[in-house]
């Protein structure tokens, strides 16, 4: 059994009907939407004609929202609908950017994320959902796309179809009969700062990317806003996790990198221990209801890689640990052991990420298959950078600083290397060229971040080789990593998915 609508677009007539409905039925906050219309304009004058869009969750037959949920709010029920507990969301919005459909937004004012439930409350009696039974036109069919003998299984099986965004391979079970394609076509038409009644929503003030094309004479006048949802907590977490990951990964090899004394000893897990706790806290701060962080373990989805990497940072954290009370106890013989193991961790640490921004389906740029040795090579160039103003000075250890210098370098160098890639690389699909080149419009005080954090690297190389400006290299280090990831995070969720 799976529910699902067929959207008859030669009956809708732009009435808005259906959002109205959606919203007096589930009490949906202003400025949020669990269906919409999207207004389209094809045409010069006088010859134009305005095509329309109702757009929703599509109850996916895999869902990606279900996948990535780390507390289990979301479940595909049996009969096909993608239902939410909004009362378990701990408010990570990790659901919004796997949703290749913008079909799921955050309710603000009670720290949860919302959607369309197919009107569940009325299905389970024998109603139909609000928006099918308000529109005038009858342009709206629910009903079981498995039973042969519904009224939608036939018109899918009678007329041809367009479904949104099917290369995500996520199974969508809304169809469309007669509309405009352009319309389902997130980026394709212009989307000019005024729509029909009102300026456009301030979410993403970033122009469109001049080297992206639009379709001629085509144009947005009406669409839901969607903001961006993580920012600079989550740019921030990458960059901490991949110090503390680096950290470790170069702790085996202390001695031959220059460290003496209490920097080869105690150092390295100091660090890592200091910044995975830091990681911790930048997690559970962004959360929209940080006070049910724990629910991650109590009831955690195990396919969630959001839960997988607690998993691996709550390890990381103990093994660490321990390791600093093998040193404080005086069992030196277990601390190169540990540390071995703290490296193997470290390497889950800093590349857990790429799994699950791979979960994210609604974010085709971070889905990229450079992004697990870029995260790693970000690590080792962090951890080096890290490390680097502790080296001892003395003749003795010139070469060992030496060495860690080199190792920071080719660290920096990959992730240069696959930074570059990524923006100027080939992209398999519409959205992950888009978010590409939206990497060049992202500002910070007019400083254009994404190319000032490559610019930053350059000069890493010369300095970190010369002791009394380790410090200096450090922060280049860090600032250009973590503009970098400012501007990845973001860029990722500016295209349209509408």
């Known amino acids: 059994m799976q529910y699902g609508f067929v959207i008859d677009h030669r009956r809708c007539i732009g009435c808005h009907a259906c959002t109205v409905a959606c919203k007096q039925e589930n009490d949906v906050p202003v400025g949020n939407f669990r269906t919409w219309v999207k207004y389209v304009e094809k045409g010069r004058f006088p010859e134009i004609r305005r095509h329309f869009a109702v757009l929703r969750c599509n109850h996916c037959t895999n869902a990606p929202c279900v996948t990535i949920c780390p507390v289990n709010a979301l479940e595909k029920r049996k009969d096909g609908i993608v239902d939410l507990d909004r009362d378990v969301c701990i408010g990570c919005r990790a659901c919004m950017q796997a949703c290749p459909y913008d079909a799921i937004y955050l309710n603000e004012e009670l720290g949860a994320v919302e959607k369309c439930h197919f009107c569940a409350h009325r299905v389970e009696k024998g109603l139909e959902p609000a928006c099918v039974i308000v529109c005038p036109e009858q342009a709206i ?258 070469a060992g600083r030496q060495m860690l210098a080199l190792v920071l370098v080719l660290g920096l160098v990959a992730h240069f290397l696959f930074a570059m890639l990524e923006r100027w690389g080939k992209h398999p699909t519409d959205n992950s060229k888009q978010a590409a080149a939206f990497l060049d419009t992202i500002r910070w005080d007019k400083i254009p971040i994404f190319r000032a954090s490559l610019f930053l690297i350059v000069p890493v190389p010369l300095v970190s080789m010369v002791p009394q400006f380790g410090a200096v290299a450090t922060g280049l280090v860090l600032l250009s990593i973590l503009w970098y990831e400012c501007a990845f995070v973001r860029a990722a969720q500016l295209p349209p998915l509408s």
């Open 141 to 398: 069919i629910a009903g079981d796309l498995h039973d042969p003998k519904s009224k939608v299984a036939q018109m899918v099986v009678e007329h041809k179809t367009l479904q949104r965004r099917v290369e995500q391979k996520t199974g969508p079970n809304v169809h469309y009969v007669g509309i405009e394609p352009i319309a389902l076509h997130p980026g394709a038409a212009e989307r000019p700062p005024t729509y029909l009644w009102s300026e456009r929503p301030k979410h993403k003030p970033e122009p469109w990317p001049a080297s992206l094309p639009v379709i001629r004479d085509t144009r947005v006048t009406l669409d839901a806003g969607h903001k961006v949802e993580w920012g600079f907590g989550v740019a921030a977490y990458l960059v901490t996790k991949g110090i503390a990951a680096g950290a470790a990964l170069l702790a085996p090899f202390a001695a031959a990198l220059g460290l003496a004394g209490f920097a080869a000893d105690w150092l390295p897990e100091i660090v890592a221990l200091a910044f995975v706790t830091l990681t911790t806290f930048l997690l559970v701060e962004d959360l929209a209801r940080p006070k049910l962080f724990l629910t991650l373990l109590t009831r955690g989805n195990k396919k969630s890689w959001l839960v997988k990497g607690a998993y691996i940072l709550i390890a990381f954290s103990m093994t660490v640990s321990a390791t600093l009370a093998a040193r404080f106890f005086g069992l030196a013989a277990l601390v190169q052991p540990l540390r071995w193991v703290n490296a193997v961790l470290g390497i889950g640490v800093a590349g857990y990420t790429a799994f699950l921004f791979a979960q994210c389906e609604g974010r085709d740029l971070w889905q990229s298959k450079l992004l697990l040795p870029q995260l790693l090579a970000q690590a080792v160039a962090l951890g080096g950078a890290a490390l680097l103003p502790f080296t001892s000075a003395d003749e003795e250890h010139l």
